[in-house]
């Protein structure tokens, strides 16, 4: 559901900080004691990061650009079409498709955890998972944004929605002017994963 930016408190903001220390301190330690496959877990990452990553939701978001019915059936109900596209799994369970308008710009946060739609966007960024970001992108959002140097008109409304681990968001990013008879394959190209997430807007380089 969409927040209304007023304070909000979790528990679980106490967590330790820097993740991204646990996990690899949590690696180490597994490696020495021979429990995991170093070359295994490159291997896992590669797939997450490359193929079960960015690239899939750039192919439903050029999809959705191209195919006027397409993105009608994904605003109504995402999860069967993208499993269509084979893009389902574990965090992809139940999806919804939020899309960025003239009026209106979304943002997704977990305030909880980092609960992400994985089979779309691959492993969560670190930042995602921060404590900061959970808590500002709800309480401040244009500043998050200005973060990372996204600046909407002073007419354009903020929506943040709150990932869970029942529901999963996607941003349908606007698409950029310009790109009139592009191809898919050419679309796919400019669609990056913070756009997607809403921390981030689709241009077309210079």
């Known amino acids: 559901m969409p927040h209304d930016h007023s304070d909000h408190d979790h528990p679980h903001a106490l967590l330790p900080p820097e993740p991204a220390l646990r996990v690899k301190a949590l690696e180490t330690l ?35 650009w191209t195919d006027p019915a397409f993105r009608a059936a994904l605003i109504a109900d995402a999860t069967p ?17 939020v899309e960025n308008t003239p009026e209106v710009h979304n943002m997704v946060v ?18 995602y998972k921060s404590d900061a970001y959970r808590a500002r992108a709800v309480r ?32 349908l990013p606007l698409r950029p002017e310009g790109t009139d008879g592009w191809s898919e394959e050419a679309l796919m190209d400019l669609v990056t994963r913070d756009s997607m997430i809403g921390t981030g807007v689709v241009t077309v380089p210079e």
């Open 30 to 64: 597994l490696t020495r004691k021979g429990l995991v496959d170093p070359a295994a877990l490159d291997a896992i990452i590669d797939t997450y990061e490359n193929k079960i990553g960015p690239r899939n939701g750039a192919h439903v978001v050029a999809r959705a």
């Open 140 to 171: 401040a959002p244009r500043a998050v944004l200005a973060d990372f140097g996204v600046t909407l008109n002073e007419g354009t409304a903020v929506r943040v929605w709150d990932s869970t681990a029942e529901v999963r968001y996607l941003v």
């Open 81 to 97: 079409l993208v499993a269509d596209l084979g893009y389902y799994g574990r965090q992809g369970e139940h999806l919804v498709v």
């Open 110 to 127: 977990c305030t909880l955890c980092s609960c992400y739609p994985w089979p779309l966007l691959g492993i969560p960024p670190g930042w």
